[in-house]
């Protein structure tokens, strides 16, 4: 078959995004990242390896499980092209926006088998599909925008009494509890991942090693820390042709 549907998995950001937050000529930096032998690839891999090594110390929305399955991850992250983390994705030759792949999802990126192919020879259209949800083996929630003077008292009291700051990975049971605060106990636990889109104020955490593999490649504007970058791309599945 000539033409393929391909199927990733990663955190995705449009091409209009990828103007506002990345640097105008990352498709240079990125075209110098494709030789595995080059001075490049050598600092993208050193600056990544002080990166994550700095991560817990440094950044103001680290836990240290996240920092743990970093640190973890590593020596295999090593080992990867840099351009299998950080993708172009093109549907034919229209350039849609960028993947990051962290290194436990590499393994997922697959083109099509033969069912995928028929299923989806009379639908080449490019998709995106956001998950609205973390993509394991991260858990939890960033509390991304403030709350406004609409939300139900016992909302506000509970995330005054949490603590909650912008940037908080907020974990599953304590935001379970959030939506019945704010739905004041009228909602299915089963609709739990609908209501919390409705909220607006959360957003599916993102691994900060995407930031990391982001930052090391030089290609963010140096206005873009790690919370701008957590809250613009998102957990999403593409599928597109070529």
């Known amino acids: ?13 449009n091409k209009d995004l990828a103007s ?10 990125l075209e110098g990242l494709d030789y595995n032998d080059n001075n490049e690839v050598e600092t993208f891999k050193s600056s990544l390896s002080d990166l994550v090594s700095n991560y817990e110390a440094e950044s103001t929305m680290t836990n240290s499980t996240e920092s743990m399955i970093m640190r973890m991850l590593l020596k295999r992250v ?9 993708r172009e994705i093109y549907h ?4 849609e926006g960028i993947l990051f792949i962290t290194p436990d999802l590499v393994k997922y990126q697959r083109f099509d088998d033969l069912i995928d ?41 509970e995330m005054e009494k949490e603590g909650c700051k912008l940037g908080d990975i907020i974990d599953s049971d304590l935001m379970s509890w959030l939506v019945s605060r704010y739905y004041e106990n009228t909602v299915r636990s089963e609709d739990r991942l609908i ?3 409705k909220m607006s104020f959360f957003l599916p955490n993102v691994d900060p090693m995407a930031y990391l593999i982001a930052k090391a490649a030089g290609i963010l504007n140096e206005n873009v820390d790690e919370f701008i970058f957590r809250t613009t791309v998102k957990p999403a599945i593409i599928s597109n042709w070529g």
């Open 195 to 197: 209501n919390i889109k």
């Open 78 to 86: 090593m080992k990867i092209a840099p351009l299998e983390l950080i």
């Open 117 to 157: 192919y028929y299923e989806h020879f009379n639908n080449q259209n490019f998709e995106c599909r956001h998950l609205n949800m973390p993509i394991y083996p991260m858990v939890g929630w960033i509390y991304a925008k403030e709350i406004d003077e609409n939300v139900p008292e016992a909302f506000r009291k």
């Open 92 to 95: 034919f030759d229209d350039n």
């Open 20 to 29: 506002k937050i990345l640097v105008p000529n990352y498709k240079e930096i």
């Open 1 to 13: 078959m000539g033409i393929r549907i391909k199927k990733e998995i990663g955190y995705f950001l």
